[in-house]
C-alpha cells in the first residue's frame, strides 16, 4: 500500500507556473506509475499524465501536452508535475495516483489517490 501527499498548488496568473509534487510513503514507490488528474467544479475527475516506474515514460492529455511536465525522482519517493502557460481552464483540484501498472488514462485504473490539491488560475 502507499500513501500519497500532493503540494504546490495554489493561485497564479494566466501564462505562469507551478510546480506541483506529490510524496509517497513506503520503500516501494519505484514499483508504481503515477499518474496526475484533476477535477473542476461540477465536472469529472480527467487525466492529465502519468510517468512509468523508472521514469522513462511519460504520456499527457491532449489539452495539456508541450505546456506539463511529469517527473519523479525514486530516491525521494516523489513525482512533479511541472505547469507551465497555465490557463484559467486549467483551475482545478489536483491529484496524484499510483497504480502498479503503467499506461492507465482513466480514474478506475489507479490504486491509491492523494487528497489533492487546489490549482486556481486567474485571468
Known amino acids: 500500500q502507499v500513501q500519497l501527499v500532493e503540494s504546490g498548488g495554489g493561485l497564479v496568473q494566466a501564462g505562469g507556473s507551478l510546480r506541483l509534487s506529490c510524496a509517497a510513503s513506503?520503500?516501494?514507490?519505484?514499483?508504481?506509475?503515477m499518474g496526475w488528474f484533476r477535477q473542476a467544479p461540477g465536472k469529472e475527475r480527467e487525466f492529465v499524465g502519468a510517468i512509468s516506474w523508472s521514469g522513462e515514460g511519460t504520456y499527457y492529455a491532449h489539452s495539456v501536452k508541450g505546456r506539463f511536465t511529469i517527473s519523479r525522482d525514486n530516491a525521494k519517493n516523489t513525482v512533479y508535475l511541472k505547469m507551465n502557460s497555465l490557463k484559467p481552464e486549467d483551475t482545478a483540484v489536483y491529484y496524484c495516483?499510483?497504480?502498479?501498472?503503467?499506461?492507465?488514462?482513466?480514474?478506475?485504473?489507479?490504486?491509491?489517490w492523494g487528497q489533492g490539491t487546489q490549482v486556481t488560475v486567474s485571468s
Open positions: 495516483a499510483a497504480d502498479p501498472r503503467f499506461g492507465g488514462v482513466g480514474a478506475k485504473e489507479y490504486s491509491y
Open positions: 513506503g520503500r516501494t514507490f519505484s514499483s508504481y506509475a
